[in-house]
């Protein structure tokens, strides 16, 4: 982030922060709050994940003294919060953000991302804490089934205008996805969590009523496998969290891995498409989503574009075809539909698959053409 109007050393400290932190921070907005240098940018929101959800929280630098520490104002909603005020080592935490803004150095980078991160884990021990009060003694309980596992993060949500309620952020999955995809471009950790809401009840009830739940992953993993297409397992009388887990994360392995290992028979699927149309244009060598391929019917030569689906080869690709030769008025290249109305069966062989599309296009290549001589194309 490079901009004249924000001082060298907080642009640093900012750059540092956005590239380095462990999870994908936000900037929402920036400002200036100084009364003799209304041009100079000292201020700044912050958008940081917490519990699958966010929460903002405002830096406030002095512009007519950018060497000094900032002060953080955190949400309306965490008034109680106040780390600053806490007591060395309370929370489980051997350091105290008074110690780093103590010892701030405006020429180390660092020191903010320090800050924040340290002031992040005081939350989430401040979450923890206000829900182990809560008076309920079904939340006590699933808590202590769960606290073993690690990472997990809760938050205690009241308003005026609904029930209270606990969410509790719940990380699946002891594996390494990003080291079981080859040459895998994601620089965060992909991860798969539980989102588990509870109502806060005081009263005892003999049979209460499951959870709200949802699976929520990190938004790259997506692009190999979606957790929208999981269908969670139900939940049974008398189940808790620790027991249901079990079952979850059971399935969730085998879909996981399945949906990595597609990854190769999308590949192979690209290379049976390359022996009938020749080497690719261009190809996602990682994940094998996509492929280009330049192709010709007589004179007339287009680009056929392959997207491959994650369901692949449950759900068929599908083809677009591009011309080379014809461009609309605005001097964009012609396209066709989307095409997925040709010969496709997911128990053929790859090679059988690529010989369909072949004969397939052979076909729609002279339909295309007569689209693209259309004077109402151009």
Known sequence: MAADNIPPFISAQLNYLISHFPLVVRID????????YPGVIDRFSLVIPYCLEFIKWDVVYDAECPTSA??????????????????????????SPNN?????????????????QDLRDQYMSYQMKRVGEVDDDRLKFEISTMLS????????????????????????????????????????????????????????????????????????LKTIFSVDDVKLPPWLDGMCMAEYLLHL?????????????????????????????GRPVEAD???????????????????????????????????????????????????????????WSPRWETSLMADRIFEFLTDEALNFKRHCNDPLQQ
């Not at 907005?29 to 003799?36: A, E, F, L």
């Not at 780093?100 to 924040?116: A, G, K, Q």
């Not at 591009?322 to 539909?337: D, L, T």
């Open 29 to 36: 907005q920036m400002w200036s709050g100084s009364k003799y």
């Open 70 to 95: 900032p002060d953080v104002i955190f949400g309306p909603d965490d008034e109680s919060f106040h780390p600053f005020h806490m007591v060395h080592g309370e929370g489980g935490h051997s350091r």
């Open 100 to 116: 780093i803004i103590s010892d701030w150095n405006y020429r180390d980078p660092t020191h903010l991302l320090v800050l924040i």
């Open 149 to 220: 596992r690690e990472g997990i993060e809760m938050h205690m949500c009241s308003s005026a205008e609904k029930p209270e309620e606990v969410k509790f952020a719940v990380p699946l999955l002891d594996m390494n996805i990003n080291k079981m995809v080859p040459g895998c471009p994601w620089r965060h950790p992909q991860k798969i969590y539980l989102q588990a809401v509870y109502p806060v009840g005081k009263k005892y009830v003999s049979a209460p009523s499951a959870p709200r739940l949802k699976l929520i992953s990190t938004y790259e």
């Open 249 to 277: 994360e059971e399935s969730l392995e085998k879909q996981v891995l399945e949906a990595i290992s597609l990854i190769d028979v999308r590949r192979r699927f690209i290379e049976a498409l390359a022996s009938e149309f």
């Open 285 to 343: 060598p990682v994940l094998c989503s996509k492929a280009t391929f330049l192709a010709a019917s007589g004179v007339f030569t287009f680009l056929v574009h392959i997207l491959i689906s994650t369901q692949f080869p449950k759900q068929q690709p599908v083809l677009m075809l591009q011309s080379s030769q014809h461009f609309n008025s605005q001097g964009s290249p012609i396209k066709s539909r989307l095409l997925t109305d040709y010969p």
